[in-house]
């Protein structure tokens, strides 16, 4: 299957300072990918969906000055935590998908491994 | 809306026995796809086995099988002969034709007992 990757594994990062997250797709152009972030022991929750080349489509409640999403090529997206604050600390995972032929098209997401961020 | 749950927060299985996990949906598509996924502790979120619903015939991937009933948008996922390594959360999801995007159910954390 198709490999997501993500850059780093983890990160741990003092108040006030910003981070970035890299998620590229290796072997696939992802024309679209996904920024999900979960907490301990619950269900991933979709923040945001990128393009290649657009601006980002948030889910409401995610402040986008806060997250910022780049997808600057078909094979890489970005997420930018500002002026991260210790309720920024979380797991953060991205998706990449491909278009799928056959009788019902749709996007399959592949996974990335995630990145652990954490804010002292 | 569409919307996807999970019932069953926890389950616990014995080494080597059968377990189902439930999951119900709700969508006003006909023709669409069904997904689990599990997440192992490493949090690699992993594609379990997938169900097209115009398909009647269950789909099966070794050890995992689906009962898929479309008129009651039910859709459980089995595990056979259980191993210590399917110890792990288990998500239902739906990806919408819509936009792409995948609702994921709450997850059922899955315990395998020696």
């Known amino acids: 299957g198709a490999v997501v990757s993500q850059h780093p594994s983890w990160v741990i990062c003092k108040s006030g300072t910003s981070v970035k997250i890299e998620c590229r797709s290796l072997d696939f152009q992802a024309t679209t990918m996904f920024w999900y972030r979960q907490f301990p022991k619950q269900s991933l929750m979709l923040m945001a969906t990128?393009?290649?080349?657009?601006?980002?489509?948030?889910e409401q409640g995610v402040e986008k000055d806060k997250f910022l999403i780049n997808h600057a090529s078909l094979t890489l997206s970005t997420l930018t935590v500002t002026s991260a604050h210790p309720e920024d600390s979380s797991f953060y995972i991205c998706?990449?998908?491909?278009?799928?032929?056959?009788?019902?098209?749709?996007?399959?997401?592949?996974f990335g491994p995630g990145t652990r961020l954490t804010v002292l | 809306a569409q919307t996807v749950t999970q019932s069953q927060p926890e389950m616990s299985v014995q080494e080597a026995e059968t377990v189902t996990l439930s999951c119900t949906y709700d969508t006003s598509e006909s023709d669409y796809y069904l997904f689990w996924y599990k997440q192992p502790p490493s949090r690699q979120m992993i594609l379990v086995i997938r169900q097209e619903a115009y398909k009647q015939q269950n789909a099966t991937e070794n050890r995992f099988s689906v009962n898929f009933q479309k008129a009651a948008k039910s859709f459980s996922l089995k595990i056979s002969d259980s191993q210590l390594g399917d110890a792990a959360m288990y998500f239902c999801?739906?990806?919408?034709?819509?936009?792409?995007?995948?609702?994921f159910g709450k997850g059922t954390r899955l315990h395998i007992l020696p």
């Open positions: 990128s393009n290649e080349g657009s601006k980002a489509t948030y």
């Open positions: 999801a739906y990806p919408m034709n819509r936009d792409d995007k995948i609702i």
């Open positions: 998706s990449a998908s491909q278009r799928t032929s056959g009788m019902v098209p749709h996007h399959e997401q592949f």
